[in-house]
């Protein structure tokens, strides 16, 4: 249906019209400012996750920085710890070889020590002979060797046992004389393994109180590289996480690029200024409200045009542009934002269904959606705006003549 209206009345002609309070031009701009700041927000959207994008960048490095410094702290105690088991290893086969000394010492100090009662006992038998023979001597009296010579026959026989005796007792006194040597050897060698036992006893027990100590430092490597171990675990984790996070960025900036991309060019299309006046309009049918009529209070006035047809109508796009706005808002239910460029906004309000979805691209004429049941005045149709820099616009300037 063509579109007619009464110029002189400066309303729509056509019989049924009522003109009753409609408050779109709050909720559109409402819708205006949603558009105007989904463009913005597309921007600084990306700027924010470029900023976000940077700011994970900064976390990684200084998470893998850290990674890094720690595994080389980590090598660090592993190395030390593998000193220590080293120096411990040594400590242990010196304490082995000073308990084989002390064991050696021992036997020695043993064997010396049987060998020096073995002589006392031989020195104190001898004793005990050289003192009965001196007894019997005493008793014999000094006539005992005339007594000798008496009663031998033979003078010659008699000699040999006066020598016999002599040589007897001389050998009993060195005999007793090398005794006593060797006890007093066996007593210096006695001596000198004690000192030598009491020594080896002390590097023993400053060994043993090294051993102590390296098994402590042991112990404290294997925590820190315990402890070491979590917090790599825990910080991996956290950079797995951030890797992660810095990949679903990457994609969400990756497929908003893609999507910008999609964007022709300004210099493709004829500006939207330069098409003022041969626009279609968005839906054939009958203007029921003008751009600037008062509602019935006096105190408002229209932002745009309500344009009557039937319900499930085909709403098409004036212009060529992007949707920045496609969903439900109170006061101007299923509402389509399209952005041409330049700042020029055109709005289709009060849809029964929509085509499209934001951030997608429609060319002049394309269908967006459908005519709804109820575009304001009770009547099913489109309400509809045109809007620069949030400036309303009257559409009927901007659309082609229908006559």
């Known amino acids: 249906m063509a579109i007619e209206w009464d110029a002189t009345a400066d309303r729509p002609a056509g019989s049924g019209w009522q003109q009753r309070p409609l408050w779109l031009p709050d909720c559109v701009a409402v819708a205006v400012f949603v558009a105007g700041v989904f463009i913005a927000t597309t921007a600084i959207a990306q700027d924010g996750n470029q900023t976000r994008l940077i700011e994970l960048d900064n976390a990684i490095t200084a998470i893998e920085q ?14 030390e710890l593998d000193r220590l ?26 064997t010396l020590e049987s060998q020096r009662r073995e002589l006392l006992q031989r020195s104190d038998a001898q004793r005990q002979q050289i003192a009965e023979a001196l007894r019997a001597t005493y ?4 006539d005992s060797q005339l007594k000798l010579l008496l009663n031998q026959q033979d003078p010659a026989t008699t000699q040999r046992m006066l020598v016999y005796f002599e040589h007897i007792n001389q050998d009993r006194l060195e005999q007793i ?19 030598a036992q009491v020594a080896i006893a002390q590097q023993s027990e400053l060994l043993n109180t090294r051993q102590s100590a390296l098994a402590e430092a042991q112990q404290q490597r294997r925590e820190i590289i315990a402890s070491l171990d979590v917090q790599l675990a825990e910080r991996g984790d956290e950079l797995s996480q951030l890797q992660q996070d810095r990949q679903e960025l990457q994609e969400l900036i990756d497929e908003i690029n893609r999507i910008v991309e999609d ?6 299309l004829m500006p939207f200024a330069d098409s003022r006046g041969s626009m279609p309009w968005p839906l054939r ?27 499930g109508s085909a709403v098409r796009a004036i212009h ?15 509402l389509i934002v399209v952005d041409h460029g330049n700042a020029y906004l055109s709005l289709y309000a009060h849809q029964q269904s929509l085509n499209k979805q934001s951030g997608d691209w429609v060319n002049r004429g394309e269908p967006v959606g ?34």
Request: net charge negative.
């Open 285 to 311: 049918g009958e203007l029921l409200a003008r751009y600037g009529d008062r509602y019935s209070d006096g105190n408002l006035q229209r932002q745009g045009i309500i344009i009557a047809a039937e319900a």
């Open 139 to 142: 008793k014999a009296g000094s």
């Open 370 to 403: 459908t005519a709804g049941t109820d575009a304001g005045m009770g009547m099913p149709g489109l309400y509809f705006e045109i809007r620069r820099n949030s400036q309303t616009l009257n559409p009927v300037e901007w659309l082609e003549t229908v006559r």
């Open 66 to 79: 850290w990674v890094s410094e720690t595994r080389q702290q980590r090598s660090a105690e592993e190395r």
């Open 263 to 268: 964007i022709p060019a300004p210099e493709d």
């Open 85 to 110: 088991g080293a120096e411990a290893r040594d400590l242990s086969q010196l304490i082995a070889q000073n308990e084989q000394q002390l064991a050696s010492l021992d036997n020695q100090l043993r």
């Open 177 to 195: 004389r090398q005794w006593r040597e060797t006890l007093s050897q066996i007593d210096s060698n006695s001596d000198e393994l004690s000192t």
């Open 320 to 334: 060529p542009g992007r949707v920045v706005f496609a969903d439900w808002l109170r006061g101007s239910g299923n």
